[in-house]
C-alpha cells in the first residue's frame, strides 16, 4: 500500500511522540553515555520494491504423506515424536509381533513338510522310470527269443554244429584207442594205476562231448518245438505287461509330483504373506521429511488403515493464492513472488496455476514454492504474498528505526561503536519497511531496535545486548 510523505511524516511523528512521553527527553542529544537497553544494529542493503501484499495463503508442506498401519495389533513403541527429522525408510513405530511370528513359523514348517513331499515325488517318478527302461529291456529280449526260434537254426550254425560233432567223433576215437592201450599196458603192468585210471577218464569225458554235439545238432535239424514257442510267446506278452505297469506307474507319480508341487506353492505362497504381515508390522516413514502430526501412542491398538502418522518435507514449503481471475493472465509459471510473514520476507516461484476455478471464491489458485531451509517457517502459518512487477531497488529500512520529532526524521548510524544521529529523507511505505531517498547509503549500519532509547553520541559497547547482522531480502 503506497503512502503519501504526509502520511508517512504524521505515522513517524505519532512513533516519536510515544516514545517522548515514554520519558526519553529528559537528556541532551549531545550526552555522551553507555546505551542502557539492548539495541539491535544492522547493515543496510538493497532491495526490491514490491507491490501491495494483497493476496493472503496457508503455509503447508511442500511434499506430505499420511502414514497409516498396513496390519492389526497392539501398538509396542512409537520410536518418533512432532518435529522429528525422519529419512525415508526411518521406522516410525512397531506393533507386537508375536502372532505374525508365530503365522510365520507355522507356514514355514508346512512349506518344509510341502518340499519334502516334492521330493519323495521325485523320486517315485525317477524310479518309475527306471522300471520302464528295465521291461523294455525284458520285452527286447523275450521277442528276440521267439524270433530266433520261429527262424530256425542258420545253415551256419547247423555247419558249425556238424563239423563239432566230427571233432568229437575223433577226439572219442582217439581216447578209445589210448584207454584199451593203457589196459593192456597196466595189466602188463607197464603202466600204473593212476596213468590207467586217467585213460579211462579221458574216454568218458570225449564220450560225454560227443554225445552233447550230437544232441545239439539233433535239435538244430529238428527245430524247436510247439512248446517252446509257447513258453517263448508267454514270455514276450509277460515282459510287455511288465512294460504297462511300469508306465502306469509312472503315470500316478507325475500326478503325485504335481500334486505334491501345487502344495508346496500354496504353502510357499502363505508364507511369503506371513513374512508380509510380519514386516507390515513395522511402520515406516515412506519419504524424507519432519515429523508433522503423531495420532497415536504406546499401548494403543492400531487397525489396517488407520492413521498414525503425518510426515512432509517442510524444507520447501508451498502456499495456494487465490488470484482473481480476472488477473490470472499476468501470472506465469517460475514467476518471483514477494512472500511475508511478520517481519521477514522471502521469495517464493510459482510452480503451478490451476487450470480451473474455485467454485465458491471464483478465483484461481497460484501453487507458490518457498525455500525453508532452517525450518523456521511452518505449516498452518499465514502468510501475505504479492507478485513482483516492480524490479526496482530501494535501500529500505524498518519501520521502528525512524525517529522524528516534527517534520525531520533521523536514525542512529552506528560508527565508531557509538551511536550517530543522522537525518534522513524517506520515500514509500512497503511491508512495513520506510524507503530511504537520501542521508543513508548501503553499507551503513544503523541501530534498528531500541533506538528510541538513544541519544546523539551514546556508546554502542560490547555490553550492549543484541548482534549486528546485514538486512535481508
Request: net charge neutral; hydrophobic share 40%.
Amino acid at each position: 500500500m503506497k503512502l503519501k510523505k504526509k502520511g508517512i511524516r504524521i505515522m513517524i511523528a505519532g512513533v516519536a511522540l510515544a516514545i517522548v512521553a515514554s520519558g526519553c527527553s529528559s537528556a541532551t542529544e549531545n550526552s555522551v553515555t553507555e546505551a542502557s537497553h539492548p539495541v539491535k544494529v544492522e547493515k543496510l542493503a538493497m532491495k526490491p520494491l514490491a507491490n501491495d501484499f494483497n493476496l493472503a495463503g496457508t503455509l503447508q508442506a511442500s511434499n506430505e504423506a499420511i502414514v497409516s498401519f498396513e496390519a492389526d495389533g497392539r501398538i509396542l513403541n512409537t520410536m518418533v515424536e512432532v518435529g522429528d527429522s525422519v529419512e525415508k525408510g526411518s521406522v516410525l513405530a512397531k506393533l507386537d509381533t508375536s502372532t505374525y511370528q508365530l503365522q510365520l513359523d507355522r507356514a514355514k514348517a508346512t512349506m518344509e513338510k510341502a518340499k519334502a513331499g516334492v521330493s519323495q515325488a521325485e523320486a517315485s517318478v525317477q524310479s518309475a522310470q527306471a522300471g520302464i527302461h528295465s521291461s523294455q529291456s525284458q520285452v527286447n529280449a523275450a521277442q528276440s527269443k521267439l524270433q530266433e526260434l520261429n527262424n530256425g537254426a542258420k545253415k551256419q550254425e547247423i555247419a558249425q554244429s556238424q563239423n563239432a560233432v566230427t571233432v568229437a567223433t575223433n577226439n572219442y576215437n582217439k581216447k578209445k584207442a589210448d584207454a584199451a592201450r593203457s589196459q593192456s599196458l597196466f595189466q602188463a603192468g607197464a603202466v600204473s594205476l593212476t596213468e590207467n585210471e586217467n585213460a579211462q577218464l579221458e574216454l568218458a569225458n570225449a564220450q560225454k562231448s560227443l554225445s552233447d554235439a550230437q544232441e545239439k545238432l539233433s535239435l538244430l535239424l529238428a527245430g524247436a518245438s510247439q512248446e517252446q514257442r509257447a513258453q517263448a510267446s508267454a514270455g514276450v506278452d509277460q515282459a510287455r505287461a511288465g512294460l504297462e505297469s511300469a508306465r502306469a506307474t509312472i503315470q500316478q507319480g507325475l500326478a503325485s509330483k504335481a500334486q505334491a508341487q501345487a502344495t508346496y506353492e500354496d504353502a510357499l505362497a502363505a508364507y511369503e504373506q506371513s513374512s508380509l504381515s510380519l514386516k507390515k508390522a513395522t511402520l515406516t516413514s515412506p519419504i524424507t521429511g519432519v515429523v508433522i502430526e503423531k495420532k497415536i501412542s504406546d499401548g494403543q491398538l492400531g487397525s489396517s488403515g488407520s492413521e498414525a502418522f503425518v510426515v512432509g518435507n517442510i524444507k520447501t514449503l508451498k502456499v495456494l493464492l487465490p488470484v482473481p481471475d480476472s488477473e490470472i493472465l499476468s501470472w506465469k509459471k517460475n514467476q518471483k513472488v514477494n512472500i511475508s510473514l511478520y517481519d521477514e520476507m522471502r521469495t517464493g516461484t510459482v510452480t503451478q496455476i490451476y487450470p480451473s476455478t474455485n467454485s465458491k471464491t471464483g478465483s484461481i489458485n497460484v501453487e507458490v514454492s518457498i525455500p525453508n531451509p532452517e525450518l523456521n517457517w511452518k505449516p498452518g502459518q499465514v502468510i501475505s504474498a504479492s507478485k513482483s512487477l516492480n524490479q526496482n531497488e530501494a535501500l529500505l529500512v524498518p519501520v521502528e528505526a525512524v525517529i522524528s520529532t516534527g517534520n525531520d526524521p533521523y536514525v542512529f548510524k552506528a560508527v565508531n561503536g557509538k551511536a550517530v544521529k543522522t537525518p534522513i529523507k524517506l520515500g514509500k511505505v512497503t511491508n512495513n519497511q520506510l524507503e530511504v531517498v537520501s542521508g543513508l547509503q548501503a553499507g551503513d549500519q544503523i541501530v534498528t531496535q531500541g533506538a528510541g532509547t538513544l541519544f546523539n553520541g551514546d556508546l554502542l559497547g560490547n555490553g550492549v545486548p543484541g548482534k549486528s547482522e546485514e538486512s535481508s531480502e
